[in-house]
């Protein structure tokens, strides 16, 4: 126990010295491969971040205008649904989330069963490839019975998330998105109004 301890110890102090070689070499030897490689590292990071930012203010101003403007809650929220759609982040309900028939495994994984201790609420999932990321988990009562699903004898269609199948087994409520009157080129945009 105490040689592997000494032993973990060693190499530990190996990798520092190591680390501390790598920048001492970067460093004295700026015109070197490594030093090159670092560099554009460096450089690719600090432009991502630089974007990253640039995109998340922009974002931000497009919400305060449209508060400035009178935009009603349901357009706020069609807004940030439409700017988390820039990373790929999409809303499904549960409902949607059958209805695609995805299985009851990753059921589990997306959706947590509160009860009534807390309200219902739609999970956020991002496709990246084949994987899902659970950006944040739903809420449901219950689980459904996934043996009352009926399956269709064939294998089903690839569906995009959110996107409803051709025949739904219950059809799809309208949207409560507001709808919005756009000026005229001659009007100046005093207020984002929603009509009936």
Not at 36 to 51: F, H, P, W
Not at 62 to 83: E, H, Y
Not at 155 to 175: F, K, L, S, W, Y
Request: glycine share 4%; charged share 25%; aromatic share 6%.
């Amino acid at each position: 126990m105490r040689i592997s301890r000494q032993i973990l110890t060693r190499m530990s102090e190996i990798e520092r010295s190591l680390d501390r070689l790598d920048v001492a070499v970067i460093t004295r030897y700026p015109d070197s491969q490594r030093a090159a490689e670092s560099y554009d590292a460096l450089r690719k990071g600090i432009i991502t971040n630089a974007s990253a930012a640039t995109v998340s203010q922009q974002n931000l101003i497009t919400l305060a205008n449209a508060i400035d403007q009178g935009a009603t809650a349901s357009t706020l929220r069609l807004k940030i649904i439409d700017l988390l759609g820039t990373y790929q982040v999409r809303e499904i309900t549960s409902d949607e989330f059958i209805m695609n028939r995805l299985d009851e495994a990753t059921y589990v994984q997306v959706f947590q069963e509160v009860g009534d201790s807390a309200h219902p609420r739609p999970a956020w999932i991002r496709w990246q490839g084949e994987a899902l990321e659970i950006v944040q988990k739903g809420y449901v009562k219950a689980y459904p019975d996934f043996t009352e699903v009926v399956q269709d004898s064939k294998e089903p269609e690839a569906i995009e998330v959110g996107q409803v199948p051709e025949n739904p087994t219950t059809p799809p409520e309208p949207p409560a998105a507001a709808e919005i009157d756009l000026p005229s080129a001659n009007e100046t945009p005093s207020s984002l109004d929603r009509t009936e």
